[in-house]
């Protein structure tokens, strides 16, 4: 089975975004390549981020022409939840364009978790609902082996013109049992390019956590509901380190809901970046009141924190 992998924000269709110059990496979908490289499966990924449009898809998908298209997002970037009617109809033109090539279509993306019926309706076989990575797995599995499909947790898909909804996927929550996302199928110098141009360092995202306890009304929809795991402080200093390695990052956006909830994480952090001789500025999103408990602060900017984000 050939696989192709591709993402639905577009930064230059988010025109307020585009003026910042500050493009990131579809973190979330290259956590879903990390799965999917154990499988035995012909992978392909396009990476959409810096295209001009949904158009820009077409001569790959006819190159390749894959069994199976995945337009898929991460649901904890704040990023990709903006610009939605925009983005939506990118997906939707991507989806028409691979089933124009009989072409099977997955979706996974947190509007498409709002709104499943009309991309179903709009040419999607299946659209992943929450958390993505396991029900890939799962689908990708299944559709490769020619088994059933519909009671796969997490999906929504037609079957007969009936919208067939299957039982809903626990969120994951050792989140150290998923890779790595695969890095090493990205390439990084348009990102660094722009980066070097307009700022003069090269920053990279990354994600920590899943979910936020809190119910702040100004917060972007989280995906993983009113949940919160983290994953290692250790596993998190790797990936620091060979991105330092292997793309010569010079900053991180820590790209979680909230980051450092869980108590003692961040003294972890802190002391593993020192035994592995990293000291890398990042920015996160928190709150005053975390900030303020035990030494957070002081260990936050031990470890490199330059800016953080609060909402008020």
């Given at each position: 089975m050939k696989v192709l992998l591709t993402n639905t924000y577009f930064y230059k269709l988010d025109p307020k975004q585009w003026r910042a110059r500050q493009p990131y990496p579809p973190y979330g979908t290259l956590s879903a390549a990390a799965v999917l490289q154990d499988l035995q499966i012909d992978l392909v990924f396009f990476d959409n981020t810096l295209q001009d449009g949904p158009e820009s898809l077409l001569a790959t998908l006819r190159k390749e022409n894959p069994d199976v298209l995945i337009i898929y997002d991460d649901g904890f970037n704040y990023l990709t939840k903006m610009c939605l009617t925009v983005m939506r109809d990118a997906a939707i033109a991507m989806a028409k364009a691979a089933r124009d090539q009989d072409c099977q279509v997955i979706i996974s993306s947190s509007d498409s978790t709002d709104h499943f019926l009309h991309y179903l309706q709009e040419g999607a076989d299946f659209v992943i609902l929450g958390e993505g990575e396991q029900t890939l797995l799962e689908l990708i599995n299944a559709m490769q082996d020619g088994k059933p499909t519909r009671q796969i947790p997490?999906?929504?898909c037609l079957i007969d013109d009936t919208i067939h909804r299957s039982a809903a996927r626990p969120v994951?929550?050792?989140?150290?049992?998923?890779?790595?996302?695969?890095?090493?199928?990205?390439?990084p110098d348009p990102y660094r390019s722009i980066w070097l141009q307009h700022h003069g360092y090269f920053s990279i995202n990354i994600a920590t956590t899943r979910g936020c306890p809190f119910k702040c009304n100004w917060c972007a929809k989280p995906i993983y509901g009113n949940r919160y795991h983290s994953r290692s402080p250790r596993q998190v200093v790797e990936e620091i380190q060979w991105l330092v390695n292997h793309f010569g990052i010079e900053h991180i956006w820590m790209c979680d809901d909230i980051f450092g909830l869980k108590p003692g994480w961040v003294q972890s952090f802190n002391t593993l970046l020192e035994d592995f001789s990293l000291q890398v500025p990042y920015k996160i999103?928190?709150?005053v009141d975390l900030l303020l408990k035990e030494d957070n602060l002081d260990a936050l900017v031990s470890s490199g924190v330059e800016t953080v984000w609060v909402g008020a």
């Open positions: 997490g999906i929504a994951i929550k050792d989140l150290d049992t998923l890779p790595i996302p695969a890095w090493s199928l990205l390439d999103q928190s709150r």
